[in-house]
Nanobody
Framework: QVQLVESGGGLVQAGGSLRLSCAASGRTFSRYGMGWLRQAPGKEREFVAV????????VYADSVKGRFTISRDNAKNMVYLQMNSLKPEDTAVYYC?????????????WGQGTQVTVSS
């Protein structure tokens, strides 16, 4: 089992940057792909980015491509999401999750989420 705890959310102006972190427990962390998904008020949870276990393969949603970067440090059991050029439409609760794919059902373990608010 993997336990996940996100941090780094907050309030930022449009055009600004934030770095989200996800701390994972468990000795099998490197076996899991890790993703970031988000849920805005009144909307369904959606895929943002995913990275495979070795860190060699990354996939992004079209809406964040070129602005967000996912990375991981397997020695520290950490996953990161660097978010640049933030837009108001990026406002959401961001979740770290273990799994691989573009669908919510592709993920088996979830963190509690961290709020990101982008003001215009």
């Amino acid at each position: 089992q993997v336990q996940l705890v996100e941090s780094g959310g907050g309030l930022v102006q449009a055009g600004g940057s934030l770095r989200l972190s996800c701390a994972a427990s468990g000795r099998t962390f490197s076996r899991y792909g890790m993703g970031w998904l988000r849920q805005a008020p009144g909307k369904e949870r959606e895929f943002v980015a995913v990275i495979n276990g070795s860190g060699g393969n990354k996939v992004y949603a079209d809406s964040v491509k070129g602005r967000f970067t996912i990375s991981r440090d397997n020695a520290k059991n950490m996953v990161y999401l660097q978010m640049n050029s933030l837009k108001p439409e990026d406002t959401a609760v961001y979740y770290c999750a273990a799994g691989y794919g573009r669908r919510v059902n592709d993920y088996v373990y979830w963190g509690q989420g961290t709020q990101v608010t982008v003001s215009s």
